[in-house]
């Protein structure tokens, strides 16, 4: 369970990035962060994730959060299993090094994410998709019920894509808590039960359904969205389009 209560972030010597941000995440549900760049996505997630004090309001976990940032590479050529194996620093006693739990709990996180192969590539040399489901199964080594991402799509092609967004909501399935930000609206509505839309200095929270409007979408974005209702199986689902100016 995460829960934010009346939090409030600005960075030193500057206004607020956001302000009464006020919202609950129950144990095996997904909330998406949205809003423009710029917005206060990151540094929402770092909050909830521990990286970040608020300078107001409170942020309560159940433990710690597993954090997943955006993949960027790495300076340094690890193997991809001794990228996982970070995750297990909180385990591990000072001055020690991994044990046989820890690298069996790393070993069973990259068999989970599907990237077992991997083990023994250098993280420089992975794909930009390969690379992220490395730092999620390094968020999963930790053994922290709840995940904490930032823009886990970001430079990602569409089959990429959807092997990560797949994997979420396997897990969230499977009782994972998971909050995320995002850049696709069409992403939030297939994996959220709830979203916060970052609009000014106050988020905006509610469930998916209520939020992920095309009237609420047009006003965080600046253009024109619409949603379309379309039936996949049998059930009712709606997709996002966005109207290009193509003057």
Request: one cysteine or more.
């Amino acid at each position: 369970m995460l829960e934010f209560d009346g939090v409030g972030f600005g960075y030193s010597g500057k206004s607020w990035t956001f302000r009464g941000a006020s919202f609950r995440v129950p144990a095996g549900t997904a909330t998406a962060v949205l809003g423009p760049n710029g917005s206060g996505k990151t540094t929402l997630v770092r909050c909830a994730a521990g990286l970040l004090e608020p300078v107001e309001g409170s942020v309560n976990r159940d433990g710690a959060a597993g954090y997943v940032p955006q993949a960027r590479g790495s300076a340094f050529a690890y193997r991809a299993l001794d990228m996982v194996l970070m995750g297990r620093a909180r385990q591990i006693r000072v001055f020690r090094s991994p044990g046989q739990a820890d690298r069996a709990a790393a070993l069973e996180a990259m068999e989970r994410v599907g990237i077992a192969g991997l083990r023994d590539r250098l993280f420089p040399t992975l794909s930009g998709g390969e690379q992220q489901l490395v730092l999620i199964a390094r968020a999963i080594a930790t053994g922290c019920p709840l995940l904490v991402l930032d823009e886990p799509a970001t430079g990602l092609d569409l089959k990429n894509q959807v092997g990560v967004l797949t994997l979420l909501r396997g897990l969230i399935a499977g009782g994972m808590t998971v909050l995320l930000s995002t850049h696709h609206p069409d992403h939030a509505l297939y994996l959220a039960d709830q979203a916060v839309l970052m609009c000014g200095s106050a988020p905006k929270t509610g469930s998916a359904e209520e939020l992920l409007t095309a009237r609420e979408l047009s006003a965080l974005y600046g253009v024109p969205v619409s949603t379309l209702a379309y039936a996949d199986g049998g059930d009712r689902q709606r997709a996002i389009v966005v109207h290009y100016d193509r003057r």
